[in-house]
């Protein structure tokens, strides 16, 4: 059990364009769920929390109008890279916590944008 | 401040060898302990936890950590390596209070790269 999706998988995209990576609780519903870059060789970058119908809380130095978020329903987030830029070019996992203490990870989604 | 260390960078092991990947933390109360493996390209699968009880404690595919109050240490352990086990490995520690959204967060490690050598 605590299966996570996330798609799509990787995405090239040109500059300025926006680009959508949903993950998806598949067998639990996710009362929080938490997105995360991660550079090449590093470790992960903690963005934003966001729990089901509420705004996302953002971590310091992260800018909320660039990564918008939306957490509609307890299985499904939404992470949204608007106007994307080359140095937006990254590895996104999301996980979901279902109420305890373990958060459980999707397999992450890569995106160039060239 | 919270914080986890993992002071290796990379740590090659023989396969069949009994392998250790080190971490120590620092944190108020009580400490939430995680261990996670990434393979490329993937994302984070759990191994295993310490919230209380024995300071020995199980996880998957033969993994298993020690939680050491005195040394402030969780090092994940398992007494013989599989070439199957080389991945990247991150130690994580739950922060202690809520966000102000009601959750927790992780402090992660900066990661261990295991190598095990056929």
């Known amino acids: 059990g605590a299966v996570v999706s996330q798609h799509p998988s990787w995405v090239i995209c040109k500059s300025g364009t926006s680009v959508k990576i949903e993950c998806r609780s598949l067998d639990f519903q996710a009362t929080t769920m938490f997105w995360y870059r991660q550079f090449p060789k590093q470790s992960l970058m903690l963005m934003a929390t966001s729990n089901e119908g509420s705004k996302a809380t953002y971590e310091q130095g992260v800018e909320k109008d660039k990564f918008l978020i939306n957490h509609a329903s307890l299985t499904l987030s939404t992470l949204t890279v608007t106007s994307a830029h080359p140095e937006d070019s990254s590895f996104y996992i999301c996980?979901?916590?279902?109420?305890?203490?373990?958060?459980?990870f999707g397999p992450g989604t890569r995106l160039l944008v060239l | 401040a919270q914080s986890v260390a993992q002071p290796e960078d990379q740590v090659n092991v023989a396969e069949g060898n009994p392998l250790t990947v080190k971490c120590t933390y620092s944190?108020?109360?009580?400490?939430?302990l995680f261990w996670y493996v990434q393979y490329p390209n993937r994302g984070l699968q759990f191994l295993l936890k310490?919230?209380?009880?024995?300071?020995l404690v199980k996880g998957s595919y033969g993994f298993e950590a020690e939680f050491n109050k005195s040394q402030t240490s969780f090092h994940l352990k398992k007494p013989s390596a599989l070439v199957s086990d080389s991945a990247l490995y991150f130690c994580a520690v739950r922060e202690p209070g809520r966000t102000t959204s009601g959750t927790y967060k992780y402090i992660f490690g900066t990661g261990t790269r295991l190598k095990v050598l056929a």
């Open positions: 310490y919230i209380t009880g024995d300071n």
């Open positions: 996980s979901g916590n279902r109420g305890e203490e373990t958060q459980y």
């Open positions: 944190v108020s109360g009580n400490p939430y």
